[in-house]
């Protein structure tokens, strides 16, 4: 069974930046892809980006795109996002997930299925 728990969320005013982390428990963290997703009160949870199990694929939304980077990190089990020049926009609880088969690369949700808690981000204008 694999764990994820995220860290390095808070309360930021726009144009700050921030690093997320995902720390995961389980074999095998270094053959899947990881990805992540934000959901915003009342709307539905969405992608943000994804790194395949090498670090070669990476896929951005249109919207972080030369804001937001993600990275891993696979002899630590770790994923990270970092968030630079943040919005108000961006304000959302961020879910770290990874994917559902090995060798596997997606951006959608059924691609992923195992999901962090999440952690909040807030940037104030």
């Known amino acids: 069974q694999v764990e994820l728990v995220e860290s390095g969320g808070g309360l930021v005013q726009a144009g700050d930046s921030l690093r997320l982390s995902c720390a995961a428990s389980?074999?095998?963290?270094?053959?899947?892809?990881m990805g992540w997703f934000r959901q915003a009160p009342g709307k539905e949870r969405e992608f943000v980006a994804a790194i395949s199990w090498t670090g070669d694929t990476k896929s951005y939304a249109d919207s972080v795109k030369g804001r937001f980077s993600i990275s891993r990190d696979n002899a630590k089990t770790t994923a990270y996002l970092q968030m630079n020049s943040l919005k108000p926009e961006d304000t959302a609880v961020y879910y770290c997930a990874k994917g559902n088969y090995r060798g596997s690369y997606g951006r959608d949700k059924t691609d992923f299925g195992s999901w962090g808690q999440g952690t909040q981000v807030t940037v104030s204008s």
């Open positions: 389980g074999r095998f963290f270094g053959s899947f892809t």
